[in-house]
């Protein structure tokens, strides 16, 4: 059975940009898992670091369960997803782990740095999955399957200076907008938080605009997540796209 990795910074990020696609993933007969590198030990100003955290893994692994998806444990602190040896090991061993022939990530390019840097140990953990002399933690032997990777949407669907970014593969979530929502909302403890510091009313809905919006550039969608695919080289075939392969009939592709 074919395996794909969702690979986010905090707990609520696969929620809002990758979990519609997630779930359509296993419906088609992939083994899903969810991975939040941070432990979201910052996202509140009634809790502590050390009690936060803990509420935001139990939310997060709630949220997993719900999908059927496989929960893998954080290995930092927000604000602490540096590019560097350490973590790089540690998402490596995970790659290694699962095999996936899917991983969806963060955009390359977002608004905030925890974002990118866990786009960038994703792409390249993937990327260093066959190279022996490469040692993960825990060590694990390196493995030769093909990978391909997808980056999700940046959060409000603009580059850290405001500029568009418009998506090269939409996956329909029309009639599975309600199951994102319920996932989403297993993490009650972010409604106050992204009120106060993102002035969101409802994060439940701020979800649901974020796919309207890529929605309504198909023409054709009401919602929908949108995708860009990584270059094959050193990952998979150049015509390798497990991800419109096995999603055919609710993705569209933009004209190149």
């Not at 809790?47 to 692994?61: K, L, M, Q, S, V």
């Not at 790089?88 to 699962?98: D, H, N």
């Not at 009313?201 to 890529?214: E, I, K, W």
């Amino acid at each position: 059975m074919p395996s794909a990795i969702a690979i986010a910074a905090h707990p609520d990020d696969i929620e809002f940009l990758m979990s519609g696609t997630l779930m359509l993933l296993r419906s088609h007969g992939y083994q899903i898992h969810y991975w939040n590198l941070a432990n979201g030990c910052c996202g509140s100003s009634k809790y502590d670091a050390a009690t936060i955290a803990r509420i935001r893994r139990e939310e997060a692994y709630a949220a997993a369960r719900a999908i059927g998806a496989t929960f893998h444990e954080s290995i930092c602190n927000d604000l602490e997803i540096f590019y560097d040896r350490k973590l790089l090991g540690k998402v490596a061993s995970v790659i290694r782990e699962v095999a996936p022939e899917i991983v969806l990530t963060h955009s390359p390019v977002d608004y905030m740095e925890d974002h990118t840097n866990a786009c960038r140990l994703a792409v390249t953990a993937a990327f260093s999955r066959g190279m022996p002399n490469f040692a993960t933690d825990p060590p694990r032997p390196a493995i030769s399957t093909p990978v391909t990777v997808y980056h999700a949407q940046p959060y409000s669907h603009r580059d850290p200076l405001g500029k568009p970014v418009e998506p090269v593969l939409v996956v329909d979530t029309t009639d599975i907008i309600e199951q994102k929502k319920q996932m989403l909302s297993k993490h009650a403890s972010q409604k106050l938080w992204l009120d106060e510091s993102q002035g969101l009313d409802s994060y439940l809905d701020t979800m649901a605009d974020l796919d309207a919006q890529v929605g309504r550039v198909t023409g054709i969608f009401k919602y929908a997540e949108g995708w860009r695919r990584h270059l094959h080289l050193g990952f998979c075939g150049p015509d390798d796209d497990p991800l419109r392969t096995a999603l055919k009939e609710r993705v569209l592709v933009a004209a190149t």
